[in-house]
């Protein structure tokens, strides 16, 4: 007799969001308390480090969300000299705020890797900003993970594949995910389409902060 086999589902089909290799999204891992305290942290960077709209390389067309860093490196992009990392801020000059306790710890809970994070980009978008699709390709150590922390409104990002016209998965991220990008979706492209203006309460001046902690160099290639 003929027996009923049931059609194969694709995880998708049944309503779960499938990542590429590699992405792992916590959900709500920072409490509301947590989020709180960490912008303020945040917010008192900002207060010595201002946040600034850096330029693309070459065409010198500014970015739409404004940036600034912590930690011994911070990412810059300007017209004459492109992307990469430095130790100062380019306005200031002066060099960029310790890393904060709070993202070390989360760092040595999260990461999976022998050394700390040396850059922290935080990225602040008002409404009507976005982050075009891209690859992080400006740090010398791939095996490091890249660690996503979102504060404030919900953000709709997508991570696709290792070229540009690889199939894209669509996922909203909330105040208090943490997102960490490893293996291969270290090397594809993400990008963030649109926040959702005031879904949250967590950023006092309002919109969505998003804090990338980086290793850029290898462990012990400073010698
Ligand atoms: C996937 N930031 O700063 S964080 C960036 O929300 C950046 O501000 C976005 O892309 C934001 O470069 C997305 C999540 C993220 C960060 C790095 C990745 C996803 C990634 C590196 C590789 C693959
Ligand atoms: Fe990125």
């Not at 969505?208 to 850029?216: D, G, P, Q």
Request: glycine share 10%.
């Amino acid at each position: 007799m003929p027996r009923e086999v049931p059609p194969p589902t694709k995880p998708e089909a049944a309503g779960k969001t499938v990542f590429p290799e590699g992405v792992d999204v916590y959900r709500a891992y920072l409490g509301e308390e947590q989020q709180r305290a960490l912008v303020q942290t945040i917010e008192g960077i900002v207060a010595v480090a201002p946040l600034y709209r850096p330029a693309m390389p070459r065409t010198g067309k500014l970015f739409s969300i404004s940036m600034t860093n912590c930690g011994p490196l911070g990412w810059v992009s300007d017209k004459a000299g492109g992307y990469r990392y430095q130790p100062h801020h380019p306005i200031t000059v002066a060099p960029w705020p310790a890393m904060p306790i709070q993202l070390l710890d989360l760092w040595a809970d999260l990461a999976a890797y022998p050394a700390p994070p040396e850059a922290c980009l935080i990225n602040h978008y008002s409404i009507g900003t976005q982050l075009g699709s891209h690859i992080d390709a400006d740090e010398e150590d791939f095996n490091a993970p890249v660690i996503s922390v979102s504060l404030g409104d919900d953000a709709v990002f997508h991570v696709g594949g290792t070229t540009r016209n690889a199939p894209k998965t669509r996922i909203v991220l909330r105040s208090g995910d943490v997102v960490v990008l490893g293996g291969a979706s270290r090397k594809a492209y993400h990008g963030l389409d649109r926040i959702h203006p005031h879904s949250s309460d967590i950023v006092p001046r309002g919109g969505r902060f998003n804090l990338t902690l980086r290793r850029v160099t290898k462990p012990g290639s400073s010698r």
